[in-house]
């Protein structure tokens, strides 16, 4: 099963073609909330406390800044807190995101060698940027003492960065809610069916569990 690589550069948009064995799509939504000021400029909108001349607090709706910019999350909460703001959708966008399953989908999604090169370099080159700044700022322990001065652990030196290049990433502990939404997509009719069975099994139990 293949499917047609959209909106890639000219040349290889007529031939790029993407494996699903090696590689994964997903499509998540991105909204822009802002607000046009009276010039019809874009700008941003949140709430702030303003003290009124009798001592009160009021929360007022502020115009200032720029748009933002939120991408589809688990919860929406982000779109949520954007909205309860004042903020509007200025305007809202599909994109698909490609996830790598081995070696051979890149050079699938990545046609041309000099591309994948410069894409594995900006990759190494965030690893390193991140490590840099860490160790720029990593302190000594304090060993409980919280009261005790901050001390630079690095200074002065030449950090080989190679051993950061090749630290395994770390694995995120998913919450038992980012566990769920992955697997339900993967499942089958008839998992699907099972798994919706299971959770109102589930669902009945609790509702017994507080009634008691």
């Known amino acids: 099963?293949?499917?047609?690589?959209?909106?890639?550069?000219?040349?290889?948009?007529?031939?790029?073609?993407v494996s699903s064995e090696h590689v994964t799509t997903n499509l998540v939504e991105y909204r822009t909330y802002g607000a046009f000021d009276n010039e019809q400029h874009l700008t941003g909108v949140k709430k702030v406390n303003k003290?009124?001349?009798?001592?009160?607090?009021?929360v007022i709706t502020e115009f200032s800044g720029n748009p933002a910019v939120l991408s589809q999350t688990q919860t929406g909460k982000n779109w949520t807190k954007a909205e309860e703001a004042g903020a509007t959708i200025l305007n809202r966008n599909q994109?698909?995101?490609?996830?790598?399953?081995?070696?051979?989908?890149?050079a699938?999604?990545?046609p041309d060698p000099?591309?994948?090169?410069?894409?594995?370099?900006?990759?190494?080159?965030?690893?390193?940027?991140?490590?840099a700044n860490a160790y720029q700022t990593e302190l000594?322990?304090?060993k409980g003492v919280k009261e005790a001065p901050d001390v630079l652990?690095?200074?002065?030196?030449?950090?080989?960065?190679?051993?950061?290049?090749n630290e395994p990433p770390q694995k995120k502990n998913l919450t038992p809610m980012e566990k769920f939404a992955r697997a339900i997509p993967a499942l089958d009719k008839n998992n699907l069916d099972q798994a919706i069975a299971m959770l109102e099994q589930l669902i009945r139990a609790k509702a017994a569990e507080q009634s008691v």
């Open 153 to 165: 652990v690095h200074s002065e030196e030449t950090i080989d960065l190679l051993a950061d290049i």
């Open 140 to 142: 000594e322990d304090k």
């Open 114 to 131: 000099t591309q994948r090169l410069y894409l594995i370099q900006k990759g190494i080159d965030a690893i390193q940027t991140a490590a």
């Open 1 to 17: 099963m293949t499917t047609e690589v959209e909106n890639v550069s000219e040349d290889t948009a007529a031939s790029v073609t």
């Open 95 to 106: 994109y698909k995101f490609y996830t790598l399953a081995d070696e051979a989908g890149f």
């Open 108 to 110: 699938t999604l990545v």
């Open 51 to 58: 003290k009124n001349e009798d001592g009160t607090v009021s």
